[in-house]
């Protein structure tokens, strides 16, 4: 049973703009409202890497790569999480995931041209 489902992926411009979303619909709230949920991504023939994190209590944690650029947040109500991403560069090219202690979603393909 698939848990969590990413949306919001695509091709932009470099300096543009993507706005993914992470839903969780099967899972009871008290336990998504529980769990700290991560957005990884992965390039091609490149491993697996964190991009940013939000606890339970809602502290966050971003890459490097991510600082200032990018913003997760998470609406506990909706069981979603969302990552902003702005001024996109053509490395940010991956499929983002979204990720629980338990769970991973399908992925969702982020292009960005140059």
């Known amino acids: 049973q698939v848990q969590l489902v990413e949306s919001g992926g695509g091709l932009v411009q470099a300096g543009g703009s993507l706005r993914l979303s992470c839903k969780a619909p099967?899972?009871?709230?008290?336990?998504?409202?529980?769990?700290?949920i991560e957005w990884y991504r992965q390039a091609p023939g490149k491993q697996r890497e964190l991009v940013a994190g939000?606890?339970?209590?809602?502290?966050?944690k971003y890459a490097d790569s991510a600082k200032g650029r990018f913003t997760i947040s998470r609406n506990n109500g909706k069981r979603t999480s969302d990552l902003q991403m702005n001024s996109l560069k053509p490395e940010d090219t991956a499929v983002y995931y979204c990720?629980?202690?338990?769970?991973w979603g399908q992925g969702t393909q982020v292009t960005v041209s140059s």
């Open positions: 939000i606890t339970s209590d809602r502290v966050t």
């Open positions: 099967r899972m009871i709230l008290s336990v998504f409202s529980g769990e700290d």
């Open positions: 990720h629980t202690r338990l769970y």
